[in-house]
């Protein structure tokens, strides 16, 4: 069963294959069809032709830059984007931060940061979790105390993601330790220039250093760049975290997968091996399934509304399917796949992405918080 998209919205799709066709540059699609993630200069490379169409922000208002697509073309251009396979625009940006400003931000945050954060002059990463605050993410410890126009923060962030590139960061802090947990918490915009700030990179198993530790000793923050109210820093974060669930299944990305193992495959191999076309024909039907499941829950506002634990399903299946396709890609690379590729830039990476994939059941919410809902929910 195919979704039934209108006219309008297949040639929507017809228009976005059309410009990824002619525009997207030869050699990014090869180093992310090798299994790399894409680096800086690919990503703010193609957001910025995808912006020429107000693509680079598609779901933001056109006052702001972006594209105002409805649900299902927001949709569309993501699985067409993972299908190519192209970078997506910046997350930490234009999923994350851009709507919390749109919505908590000052007229003054606004017009400061929107038009930066789209045209990415600015690279914004996430700064949530700490050593001791990862699934219990309201226990974070870093401190924000107020003086003057300034707040000073003292503490660590860690496993930030692309810190490494970043500019800025938007920040969870701790602004009144004696109240509850939640409601001692701020969001913080730091500029990651400011003194007393350490980067540090964490290596990963995949050989590459996505990921960071950021260190904060008697950080200088103008009191400017506190978003929404003091002490109110955790209606931002649930904002930012319940806004991010048209990407959670990444569907599109499912399926360009599945076409390279096919690829890999190769026809002679596939024809004498029954059993990986057991397991290739029982991917594909969980990836329809998934397609499926996502595009009812994400077009329906009636199903959000009524069972809002369904991003749950779509993060948790979305990743163990994932987490199966990079084990079979691995597989097939062979022999081939365990070359130490010529840097962790360069080369064939699907060993490695097999390898970064364990993450994928750990960040944006763990699997077993996944359940843990789920097991709330139909108990409740
Ligand atoms: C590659 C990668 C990139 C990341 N990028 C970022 C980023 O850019 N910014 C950012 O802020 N954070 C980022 N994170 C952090 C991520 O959000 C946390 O790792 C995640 O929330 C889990 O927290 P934790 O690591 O502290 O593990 P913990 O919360 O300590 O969990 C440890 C284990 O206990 C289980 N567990 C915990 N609580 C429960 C419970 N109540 N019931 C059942 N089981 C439970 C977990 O499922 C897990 O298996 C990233 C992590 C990774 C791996």
């Not at 001692?184 to 198993?205: A, E, M, N, W």
């Not at 103008?222 to 109210?229: C, I, K, N, R, S």
């Not at 399903?313 to 062979?334: F, M, Y």
């Not at 918080?369 to 139909?378: G, M, P, S």
Request: charged letters at 25%; glycine letters at 6%.
């Amino acid at each position: 069963m195919d979704i039934a998209f209108t006219p309008e919205q297949l040639a929507f799709r017809d228009e976005v294959r059309a410009f990824i066709a002619a525009r997207l540059p030869a050699a990014t699609r090869a180093r992310l069809r090798q299994g790399h993630l894409p680096n800086k200069e690919e990503t703010v490379a193609w957001q910025r032709i995808l912006a020429e169409r107000g693509w680079s922000a598609p779901h933001w208002p056109r006052e702001y830059g972006g594209a105002a697509l409805g649900q299902a073309e927001r949709l569309i251009l993501l699985d067409e984007l993972y299908r190519a396979p192209a970078p997506l625009p910046q997350i930490f940006n234009m999923n994350m931060l851009g709507p919390v400003l749109m919505k908590f931000g000052t007229p003054a945050q606004r017009d400061f940061f929107l038009p930066k954060l789209a045209s990415l002059e600015l690279w914004f990463c996430q700064g949530f979790s700490e050593p001791g605050a990862g699934s219990d993410l309201a226990s974070l410890r870093t401190s924000a105390r107020r003086e003057g126009e300034f707040y000073i923060v003292n503490g660590q962030k860690t496993w930030t993601s692309t810190a490494q590139w970043a500019d800025w960061m938007f920040a969870l802090v701790r602004t009144n330790p004696e109240a509850r947990k939640q409601e001692g918490i701020s969001f913080l915009l730091i500029d990651l220039k400011t003194p007393g700030i350490t980067v540090r990179p964490i290596r990963s198993i995949d050989g590459t250093d996505h990921v960071n530790e950021v260190f904060l000793e008697d950080v200088k923050v103008p009191a400017a760049h506190l978003v929404g109210e003091e002490n109110k820093g955790w209606d931002c974060a649930k904002f930012l975290l319940a806004n991010e669930r048209t990407g959670i299944a990444n569907v599109g990305l499912c399926q360009e997968r599945l076409q390279l193992a096919r690829e890999l495959a190769g026809v002679d191999v596939l024809a004498a091996d029954a059993a990986l076309r057991r397991e290739l024909a029982v991917l594909d039907a969980e990836i329809r399934a998934l397609e499926l499941t996502n595009y009812r829950f994400l077009l329906t506002p009636s199903q959000q509304a009524a069972l809002p634990a369904f991003a749950s399903v779509l993060k948790l299946k979305g990743t163990e399917i994932q987490q199966e396709l990079h084990a079979l890609l691995a597989r097939l690379a062979g022999a081939d796949g365990l070359e130490q590729p010529v840097s962790a830039e360069e080369g064939p990476h699907l060993v490695q992405r097999y390898l970064f994939s364990r993450a994928l059941s750990i960040y944006g919410g763990t699997s077993e918080i996944q359940k843990d809902i789920l097991a709330r929910t139909i108990l409740a």
